[in-house]
């Protein structure tokens, strides 16, 4: 869990269809070859209907991610469109908020006043993106490379790209008002469930009398 800056900071989850819940296990989903849509999305019939208006409020900014991934990477933006595509397929029920949601990647998050802690994103594949997006009434709050010595502004209007999987990072505090920020994301799972894992660098999952334990170690070996 990310550490909480103010004491009203909170976390929002929109995770779409495509993935079973935010901490997204590997394994169930690699041995059930299967999916199932996300609790935060189906908690109620009410909580249905106001997160399906949510996401319909976000396809601008939704636009904005797709093209900052189609510019800057052409070849892994249309990867991701081919794996929602094969995903869709197989899947009919992510049709549901797919038909709503514009978003290439299967993952979002609405972060309010949390700042995390460095880290990498484990569960990214290394040849995707995480796309930062600021929003609020806040001023500083600049996103940390420590690896590479970069301090990058991530303000009200803002929208950086990294490699999360390969560069540790993190959130400097801020001030002023209400800091929001909306993580955009794919995860290794969801690319190897479809098969195209080689797309963005993963290695082959051993088989199921293999030790499970030394599953995320494929990822590294190359580190």
Known sequence: MPRYNHALGRKVSFILSFLNSTSDCLS??????????????????KNFVAKCKSLHNLQLLAHRINEVIHHNDPIHYGHACQLRQHIEKKFPFTRTTGAIDMLTYEGRQILFNVRSPEHSDRQDPKRSW????????HREGYLVLPELGLRIRLEPGDILAIRGRIFRHYLEDWTGGQRICIPHYTHS???????????????????ESEDEDGWEDLDDEDN
């Open 28 to 45: 169930a989903l690699q041995k059930a070859d299967d999916l199932t849509i996300s609790s935060d999305i189906i908690k109620s019939g």
């Open 130 to 137: 995480a796309l930062l997006a600021g929003l609020g009434y």
């Open 189 to 207: 799972s969801i690319w190897r469930l479809a098969g195209m894992g080689h797309l963005v660098g993963l290695e082959t999952l051993p088989t």
